[in-house]
């Protein structure tokens, strides 16, 4: 499985963390097919730098408005400010929605930011090939824009 993630999708996030350290920030990216096309950043409720807690209204939001976009949601974000990109015991004991890639963008390394994704099969993180692009007609819808709540 590949996730294809357009450059702005991934500056993006990369903003959003680099904001909000040395807490974790979060969201959902939406698409189709492993393609992202809408980008959302939610709060962090738990105003963490170790875990973190989506709203629920923001949640119902997003989903609300991916769908409205002919979207699902593909995968959910957050950062680690200080430790590398790979699931924590937190975020595998909090890792319960099906069918989605779990991203983690860490900021362990300031000048080198990496970005991981994983799925979830049997309890087991999996890795999950990321592939960062330049949007264009060929790899993204250009009617969708990327929002953040």
């Given at each position: 499985m590949t996730l294809s993630i357009p450059h702005h999708i991934c500056d993006a996030m990369l903003a959003v963390s680099r904001r909000a350290a040395p807490?974790?920030?979060?969201?959902?990216?939406?698409?189709?097919?492993?393609?992202?096309?809408?980008?959302?950043?939610?709060?962090?409720?738990?105003?963490?730098?170790?875990?973190?807690n989506m709203l629920p209204k923001e949640q119902f939001d997003a989903i609300k408005d991916m769908r409205g976009k002919?979207?699902?949601?593909?995968?959910?974000?957050?950062?680690?400010?200080?430790?590398?990109?790979?699931?924590?015991?937190?975020?595998?004991?909090?890792?319960?929605?099906?069918?989605?890639?779990?991203?983690?963008?860490?900021?362990?390394?300031?000048?080198?930011?990496?970005?991981?994704?994983?799925v979830m099969q049997d309890g087991t993180p999996v890795p999950v090939d990321i592939a960062v692009h330049a949007a264009d007609t060929e790899q993204s819808d250009p009617s969708t824009e990327s929002t953040a709540t």
């Open positions: 807490l974790e920030a979060c969201g959902v990216l939406g698409g189709r097919e492993g393609q992202v096309t809408v980008f959302h950043e939610l709060t962090n409720a738990d105003a963490s730098g170790e875990h973190y002919g979207a699902r949601m593909l995968a959910i974000w957050h950062s680690h400010p200080a430790t590398p990109a790979r699931m924590s015991e937190e975020d595998l004991r909090l890792a319960y929605t099906p069918d989605v890639v779990y991203l983690i963008v860490s900021l362990a390394d300031p000048d080198q930011p990496d970005l991981r994704g994983y």
